[in-house]
């Protein structure tokens, strides 16, 4: 504790008499140290906080602390002692101590409060005692806190302004009769007995402890304060100050935090349910944009096949045909050199047909074959990334068929990965997608680039277009879940917010944007040429 925290009004109203307050816990260590103290006795409070008390004492004295804590251990008072303390000089000054218990809420002795009046001065002169009176009289008149003194038996004798602001009665209204005239049940009926009983036994219930109680205003309203009651007087004429803070905004701040805290548990325990139901929803809606892809690959995989098989069957069709032809001419010997080279020639251009539109077919099968393993697969493998670029494009072939673009690749056919293949082939195609919707009106001609290039073992993929381009505003929001400008045309919201996921969890890379409006836009993706080992709980698809 420093020696500005210690200033609360009681070592105010000591400092304004002229003596000197010094705080010490069980083991006497010094806690506090006014103002008057240095003064009296030369230490500043950072020479002297933390240093034991006994450092003040001359060797005739050095017990007089221990001893005084004991006598408060045992619950005893002690008097005002006329004795000495060792200056920081070294010389002797005479002091009068004195010392009370410093308890905790729950009446524990915690150390001691002691007070030094320097004795080095005149006596006492009537002058000074008025004075001093005056001045006394002064503080009490113009603190924030109820004061009020009552008789051993209980009976008002003092009432400050701030006691007549705080109860809404005049001193002469109270003065002369009994305290408990300013307390509610059960307080009013108990209080005397309670004051007999301390007076017979010596037990305090508050009395140099202080707690929060309620009081009773003069219209008979109820409402808390903080009470301190110090004794005063002999124990043959005890008397008693009452200090009161009235703390009814500290209460009602009390249950409006309690209130506020309560209201936002139930706000956090709503927005929990809340994101716990938006988590499901959205993982849902992931799998059904991966189900939607796998639906544009299978629609691919049966438009594309289509035509290379159309053609082998009609050619292998008219084969047969012209081979039947064939060999009933031979069969009757009318067959001629002429017709014999016509067939020939069919047979080749037939065979020609059935040869590059079966390889067609077979190459076709093998890249959506490919591309389907690796978007179903959540296992690593080693690829060269030129060659898958140009699979994964030809299998999303039927969702650009009808556009005016033009879709290059730009890639080093030097570049190998060895990563996650399905979870790449969902980026590549989630960014490609996202241009062709959003970068171009439906028959706007246009370019999208594939641009990829290595760099000290890492690879960047940017996917370019030069359309209409992305405005500042929704370019900040770009990668949040559930954020579209094509809702009303089935947007989920969720492609760049699954793309970002993927990744920098899946593929361990990063992802940014880069566009304004009418200048296009450039989404550049960075990955480690390889990924040693899988991110635990991550779904690559």
């Known amino acids: 504790m420093t020696e500005p925290e210690s200033r609360d009004g009681a070592a105010l109203i000591l400092d304004q008499l002229g003596i000197g307050r010094v705080d010490v816990d069980l083991d006497g260590q010094i806690l506090s140290w006014t103002s008057v103290c240095q003064y009296m006795l030369g230490y500043t409070p950072g020479e002297i906080i933390g240093n034991n008390y006994e450092v003040l004492l001359p060797q005739p004295y050095r017990d007089e602390l221990r001893r005084a804590l004991g006598k408060l251990r045992q619950g005893r008072r002690l008097p005002v002692l006329e004795t000495e303390r060792l200056h920081k000089d070294g010389s002797l000054i005479p002091v009068g101590f004195s010392i009370e218990a410093r308890r905790g809420a729950d009446g524990q002795l ?44 209980g009976i008002i004798d003092a009432f400050n302004p701030a006691a007549e602001r705080i109860f809404g009665y005049r001193a002469d209204e109270v003065i002369g009769r009994n305290v408990n005239m300013l307390m509610p049940e059960p307080y009013h009926a108990e209080h005397d007995t ?13 009395i140099g402890i202080g707690r929060e109680v309620t009081a009773r205003r003069k219209d008979g309203s109820v409402f808390p304060i903080d009470l301190s009651v110090a004794e005063m007087g002999t124990p043959e004429s005890r008397a008693f100050v009452g200090v009161i803070r009235d703390i009814t905004a500290r209460k009602e701040a009390e249950r409006a935090l309690l209130s506020l805290n309560d209201q936002l548990s139930t706000k956090v325990a709503e927005l929990a349910a809340a994101l716990d139901q938006l988590q499901q929803a959205q993982e849902h809606l992931v799998q059904t944009e991966k189900l939607a892809s796998l639906g544009t690959l299978v629609a691919g995989v049966a438009h594309e096949i289509n035509t290379p098989v159309g053609i082998c069957v009609t050619a292998a069709s008219f084969l047969h045909d012209d081979t039947a032809a064939f060999d009933a001419l031979a069969r009757s010997g009318a067959l001629t050199r002429s017709q014999l080279t016509d067939y020939t020639a069919r047979a080749r251009q037939a065979a020609a047909l059935l040869l590059s539109n079966s390889q067609r077919a077979s190459e076709l099968i093998r890249s959506f074959k490919q591309v389907a393993v690796d978007r179903s697969s959540g296992e690593i493998r080693h690829f060269q990334l030129s060659e898958f670029l140009h699979d994964l494009l030809l299998s999303l072939q039927p969702a650009l068929r009808g556009r005016a673009l033009s879709i290059d690749i730009d890639c080093d056919t030097g570049i190998m990965l060895r990563t996650y293949p399905g979870a790449l082939a969902q980026v590549i195609t989630n960014l490609l997608m996202n241009a062709v919707t959003h970068a171009f009106l439906p028959q706007a001609p246009g370019t999208v680039r594939i641009e990829a290039v290595a ?16 405005s500042a505003d929704n370019l900040r929001h770009i990668f949040d879940p559930f954020f579209t400008t094509a809702r009303g045309r089935g947007g989920t919201g969720l492609g760049l917010h699954v793309t970002y996921n993927l990744v920098t969890q899946a593929l361990g890379g990063s992802i940014s944007a880069h566009s304004s409006p009418d200048r296009g836009a450039r989404f550049a993706v960075r990955i480690p040429a390889e990924v040693v080992l899988p991110v635990h709980g991550i779904d690559p698809h």
Not at 194 to 206: K, P, T
Not at 461 to 466: E, Y
């Open 194 to 206: 309670y004051l007999d009983n301390y007076q017979r036994s010596g037990v305090r219930r508050i």
């Open 455 to 470: 760099d000290a073992g890492m690879v960047r993929i940017d996917v370019v277009d030069d359309g209409i381009g992305i």
């Open 110 to 153: 915690l150390g001691a409060y002691t007070s030094l009046a320097d004795f080095r001065g005149e006596p006492l002169s009537p002058r000074r005692l008025r004075r001093t009176t005056a001045q006394i009289k002064a503080i009490v008149d113009t603190v924030i806190d109820g004061i009020i003194t009552i008789t051993g038996n």
